[in-house]
Structures are given as C-alpha cells and as structure tokens.
C-alpha cells in the first residue's frame, strides 16, 4: 500500500522565519497531495492541496511543490508566527480517494 | 455549523462493551471516510463510503468493527468486544467525488477502554 514519510518529526523556528516540511510518497499513482494542520485537541484542518498535474501552488504564506519524479511533496511556511505552531500532517490520496497519512510533524514557532 | 459533525465527542467504556458512533457529513456530500488516530500519530484509514455502498475496509479492520451509512446521509461505526488497543480518536470526513475531492474533518470521537 501507500507509504508517506514526514520529515523532520519536530521542527523549531523563531518568529518570522520560514519552516519548510518535506514529506515521500511511495505509489507513483497518487495524484492528490493535501496538507493538514491540527492543533491539540482539534481536528485536522485543510490547509494547502497540490494535484500531480501541477508543480507548485501558493496561498499566501503557505506553499506547496510537488516532484513527481522524485516522488515528493513539501510545504513551506514563510514568515511564521506563533498561532503557526501545530502538528502538519501530509497525505497521499489512493484508491477511492483514501488518504494515506504521514506521522506528522510538530512546528514549534518561538516568539 | 454545516460541517461534519460526530457524536458523541467522548466516549469511556470498559472492555469488552460495545460502542456506536455517529458521524454526519456535510450534507451534499457522497463519500463518506473512517480513521484511526493514536497519540502522536497520523490518523489511519479504516473504510470509505460513496451514497450507502461501503466501498472499501482496511485490512487492519477487524471483525469486531463494523459500518454502515444506510441512507446514504450519516454514518454509524460500531465496535463490538472493546479491547483497551481500541482507544483512540475515531475521525469521520467527507467528500464530494469526482470534484476537488478534498476532505473534510470532524471533530472526532475519543474512545477510551478501561
């Protein structure tokens, strides 16, 4: 089945600087690469997405690349506060639209 | 709130009893999604509807956990026999196939077994 790898597992920054996650998939058939944010206790959000017919997308401080021949994805935070910090999650969309979940990554935003 | 909503938000049982949970997800859409998420971890794919046909289940799926979604609307999964490795947060979301397919997060239900 598919298998995502999330790296680094915690990640610590200081106040305006850039976080960047970087995440692998291992079946060449995904097509759909979103990214989750969750905050203790919370549900996991939608953040980002990125299809495999694109290469990069943006919404404001966030943004997504994808390599599909190196088959991954990362997400890049710029200009991070402190309402930043959660745990990441990416995903690799499979058969049916299931979703196949990274471990997560805690972002840790110093002020 | 139209978003996908789960009931109950907590759960505590001791082992052996049997849970049901519910979960209602926004209302114009046809996939429906179980998960699994343990502390510290992602959460993990268990089944999927589209309408009311259960299209898939994980393999990790036991035969003590079963779903339905009988009407196509909300989704019921139950647990029967709890054992103290089921404690978890149980995630429902929702989709809208052959669009964007993104999906949509409930709050969850949290499972503890004594």
């Known amino acids: 089945g598919e298998n995502v790898e999330q790296h680094p597992s915690t990640l610590s920054v200081q106040e305006g600087d850039s976080a960047v996650i970087k995440c692998t998939y291992s079946d060449s058939a995904s097509n759909y690469f979103p990214w989750y944010k969750q905050e203790l206790g919370k549900r996991p959000q939608l953040i980002i997405d990125i299809r495999s017919n694109v290469g990069e997308k943006k919404d404001q401080r966030i943004a997504v690349t994808l390599n599909k021949t190196a088959k991954h994805f990362s997400l890049h935070i710029t200009e991070t506060q402190p309402e930043d910090s959660a745990v990441y999650f990416c995903a690799a969309a499979w058969v049916g639209g299931r979703l196949a979940f990274g471990k997560g990554n805690q972002v840790v935003v110093i002020p | 709130d139209t978003g996908v909503s789960q009931d109950p938000r907590h759960k505590i049982t001791k082992r052996g009893q049997n849970v049901t949970f519910r979960c209602d997800p926004i209302?114009?859409?046809?996939?429906l999604y179980w998960y699994r998420q343990t502390l510290g971890q992602g959460p993990e794919f268990l089944t999927y509807f589209q309408n009311e046909a259960q299209l898939e289940k994980s393999r990790l799926l036991s035969d003590r956990f079963s779903a339905e979604r009988p009407k196509g609307s909300f989704s019921t999964l139950e647990i029967q026999r709890t054992e103290q490795g089921d404690s978890a947060m149980y995630l429902c979301?929702?989709?809208?196939?052959?669009?964007?397919?993104?999906?949509?997060f409930g709050p969850g239900t949290r499972l503890t077994v004594l």
């Open positions: 209302s114009e859409h046809n996939r």
């Open positions: 979301a929702s989709s809208l196939a052959g669009t964007t397919d993104t999906q949509y």
